[in-house]
């Protein structure tokens, strides 16, 4: 496991956009995957992107192809998240996480590490 902090959320307009970053501890970031979900007020968690170890595997939410950006800087153990043309059905908190192999990353389960979450805004 690995300890995740999130940062980089906040209010913005609709049309604006957001970069949220997640610091990663410990030896072995560049061998885990790293993802992004978000949950907004009363509904499920929902996969949002993954990347793979390497960088060179991505994954996105059909919905949010276009707009949303995942990578990762390993020599720094950041995973970023770049959002554009944000609306306000993008409002809710944005968790980072790990997992220590690729796979079907657009299921929890697979990951065994979690950031707190960041707050993410968009007004009308």
């Known amino acids: 496991q690995v300890q995740l902090v999130e940062s980089g959320g906040g209010l913005v307009q609709a049309g604006g956009s957001l970069r949220l970053s997640c610091a990663a501890s410990?030896?072995?970031?560049?061998?885990?995957?790293m993802g992004w979900f978000r949950q907004a007020p009363g509904k499920e968690r929902e996969f949002v992107a993954a990347?793979?170890?390497?960088?060179?595997?991505?994954d996105y939410a059909d919905s949010l192809k276009g707009r949303f950006t995942i990578s990762r800087d390993n020599a720094k153990s950041l995973v970023y998240l770049q959002m554009n043309s944000l609306k306000p059905e993008d409002t809710a908190i944005y968790y980072c996480a790990s997992g220590p192999l690729w796979g079907i990353m657009r299921t929890a389960s697979r990951y065994d590490s979690w950031g707190q979450g960041t707050q993410v805004t968009v007004s009308s």
């Open positions: 410990g030896r072995t970031f560049s061998s885990r995957a």
């Open positions: 990347i793979s170890g390497s960088g060179g595997i991505l």
